[in-house]
């Protein structure tokens, strides 16, 4: 009988789980299958929306209104081990014979025989299983499975109970395809919409988690000791209570098993973990995305105890909100592999991307990309026992309000391959790509780039304020510090051991590498020039503080690895003006090597003092009445604080005031008086040149100044 085969199937991929492990289950339990004849059932159509158990409506014959759903269940359990198939009518189907806590189908919820085997079918014009007409007035959750149930195109509704499984309870085998679980709510209790315990399984398809409750845990669905499967379906505005976890999902227990693969987390709510909360046992995630859900910690994900571990792969983190920590993952204990996804746009005060506390998270090939916090925009890493290691993976434009805008490391270990440290920033604080905190924080990285990252303070790339930080074979190339007093464009370090070697060190603002204390070694790096480091090193490099070890350093551009780029200052050339002229001082012509921009200062060096805006690439002033040179310097400056200085003069004419003669040109002629009609002759060398008012001749004149 089909029976047999569905208890055998139920059995066989209970030991594939314990045998081999959830991933070879779940593999066979979604093995195409070919349809199932409905020949092997009996089927029953249900024929009333009415609430019985009577005899009466357990008949389910051609005549009209003898099967209730109750009444067929009630034949389907009567009858197990034979397999049933109901087929609901339109509308909505309220269970109305209150009486919660028996299992026997006669009141409360719809009870699954532990031998039945009961497949559910609802109308294409839709059918929906109510335990109330509202979210509030439910009388028992609406199922509760110990054999097996197999519901399609059902909304399963407005459940209630002060027990586990608001809406479902199964602790034998669950088929939900293209189900709706909506408004249910456990009181007090676990697993709002669904929960699966006692060795249960469950296998949800295409269909939607919407709107559920739970007081304690698990707002959408709870796993005790069970097993769940998830594919293509959406899990959506559940919630835990304030205290709660899980908003959307929540696994409890060592042997609590979850697999979900193309599902949606999103809008969820709980204390911790708004989307997923992994207590203990094991989640495995591929191509899901978790989506806007908030709580205190982890408002998209978050693992709670050691034997919590979570496995995402192709999974988006994506616009989830932390009142705390962990915006978009919060490893509190546990172990998480994170592979190939994104964890972007969300948001804490700690460790927006994601944060460790005590536990370990390993990403590969993964992006932590616009995330925001008050400390460590992309990751925060807190304890001394928590792990962090990222290969192949990007870390870009996350942003921290005060310090750490890529990653903060209070107390922890890091180590980062390949990865990519890119475009983030510390607004108001320091470290804008890393920043580590106490003697406790042990960073290395080996290859990858520390690059474009900004930090209002010191430490554009990285602040060292303990603690250990080693690079190898890294690019620090363009960082900076966005304040003109601000240290350590590449690297700041205070106290802790610093090391990095064979890397290159370009185009970071000054002082690029700026240390205190000694035992900082900075040997064998490619400084942007082939006579070293600028500062107090010998060279034109990107600069060095004294109290770091410089030598060995390369004289040859690796390769991949640029020179330094520095501005040039062009205060243009020379002028020669006669007094009364407006005059241009003109400095456009400088360059910006990096292209974000320069800043322009003009000072007046010498002559007589003139006046006009000094902080303008192009600035004009009114040349003086008396002769001479006038000398100016325009100072410009970098996004990388990085200066140049160029020098121009202006010669002002002498002029002299003379009477004017009417008269034809080389005639002589009667003289003006000078108060009458004044004029102006310039001297050009030893020649005046006269200039006539309207409607006299002109002449050139030779006058002899003496």
Excluded at 439 to 458: F, S, Y
Excluded at 572 to 579: C, D, I, K, L, W
Excluded at 606 to 617: D, H, I, M, N, Y
Aim: negative net charge; hydrophobic residues 40%.
């Amino acid at each position: 009988m089909f029976i047999t085969h569905r208890i055998f199937q139920r059995t066989f991929l209970l030991a594939a789980v314990l045998f081999l492990g959830i991933g070879t289950a779940v593999l066979l339990l979604t093995l195409p299958a070919a349809a199932e004849p409905s020949s092997l059932y009996i089927t029953l159509h249900v024929d009333t929306l009415i609430d019985s158990n009577s005899a009466a409506y357990q008949q389910c014959t051609a005549a009209a209104d003898d099967c209730s759903l109750r009444g067929a269940i009630s034949a389907a359990n009567a009858n197990a081990p034979t397999p049933y198939r109901l087929v609901l009518p339109a509308g909505s189907l309220t269970l109305t014979l209150a009486g919660s806590g028996e299992d026997n189908n006669a009141t409360g919820d719809l009870d699954i025989a532990a031998t039945a085997d009961v497949l559910i079918v609802g109308d294409a014009a839709g059918s929906i299983i109510q335990a109330g007409t509202d979210a509030s007035n439910g009388i028992d959750r609406i199922f509760h499975v110990f054999g097996g149930l197999d519901l399609q195109n059902v909304t399963v509704r407005y459940g209630r109970v002060s027990d586990f499984g608001g809406g479902i309870l199964d602790v034998g085998f669950l088929a939900l395809t293209d189900v709706t679980l909506f408004a249910n709510m456990a009181v007090n209790s676990r697993g709002g919409g669904l929960y699966v315990d006692g060795g249960g399984q469950a296998v949800i398809t295409n269909g939607q988690i919407l709107s559920n409750t739970a007081d304690v845990s698990g707002g959408g669905l709870g796993i005790g000791t069970g097993t769940v499967t998830i594919s293509g379906t959406q899990i959506i505005s559940n919630s835990a209570a304030a205290s709660g976890s899980g908003g959307g999902i929540f696994v409890w227990k060592l042997t609590s098993r979850l697999q979900i693969n193309g599902g949606v987390l999103r809008g969820n709510d709980g204390s911790s973990g708004g989307g997923l909360f992994v207590e203990s046992g094991t989640a495995v995630l591929t191509d899901t995305q978790i989506i806007s859900n908030t709580a205190l910690y982890g408002a998209g994900i978050r693992t709670n105890q050691p034997t919590a571990v979570l496995t995402a792969t192709d999974v988006t983190l994506s616009g989830n909100n932390a009142a705390q920590s962990g915006g978009g993952l919060d490893a509190h204990n546990g172990a998480v592999n994170f592979s190939g996804g994104q964890i972007r746009h969300n948001n804490a005060i700690n460790g927006g991307g994601l944060f460790v506390n005590q536990g370990s998270a390993a990403l590969t090939n993964a992006q932590v990309v616009s995330n925001t916090a008050q400390y460590g925009g992309g990751a925060y890493l807190f304890a001394s026992t928590a792990v962090f290691t990222a290969a192949n993976t990007t870390l870009d434009e996350n942003s921290a309000a005060y310090s750490g805008g890529g990653i903060f490391m209070k107390e922890s270990t890091a180590v980062l391959s390949n990865t990519q440290i890119l475009s983030n920033s510390a607004q108001l604080g320091a470290g804008g790509g890393l920043f580590l905190q106490y003697p406790t924080a042990v960073l290395t990285m080996t290859n990858g780039q520390v690059r474009d990252n900004t930090a209002h303070l010191d430490g554009g790339g990285l602040y060292l304020n303990n603690g250990q930080a080693v690079f190898s074979g890294i690019q620090l190339l363009d960082n900076r510090t966005m304040t003109a007093n601000g240290r350590g464009g590449g690297i700041f370090s205070i106290y802790g051991q610093l090391q990095i070697g064979n890397s290159c060190i370009v185009n970071n603002s000054d002082t690029s590498v700026a240390v205190y204390n000694t035992g900082k070694q900075a040997v064998d790096n490619w400084w942007g020039a082939a006579d070293g480091p600028a500062g107090d090193g010998p060279g034109s490099g990107d600069s060095v503080s004294s109290s770091a070890d410089y030598s060995g350093f390369k004289t040859s551009a690796p390769a991949g690895c640029s020179y330094r780029l520095l501005p040039t200052a062009d205060a243009g050339a020379p002028q020669t003006v006669n007094p009364g002229n407006t005059t241009l001082l003109d400095g456009a012509a400088s360059t910006d090597a990096i292209g974000d921009g320069l800043i322009y200062v003009w000072t007046q060096t010498g002559g007589t003092a003139v006046t006009f805006t000094p902080t303008l690439s192009r600035t004009a002033f009114t040349a003086p009445s008396a002769a001479g040179v006038l000398t100016f310097t325009l100072a410009i400056t970098d996004g990388l604080h990085r200066s140049d200085t160029a020098v121009t003069t202006v010669t002002v004419n002498h002029v002299v005031y003379l009477p004017l003669v009417a008269g034809g040109s080389g005639q002589t002629g009667t003289a003006v008086p000078s108060a009458a009609v004044p004029t102006r002759e310039v001297e050009t060398g030893r020649q005046l040149l006269r200039r006539w008012p309207t409607g006299l001749s002109k002449q050139r004149m030779m006058v002899s100044i003496p």
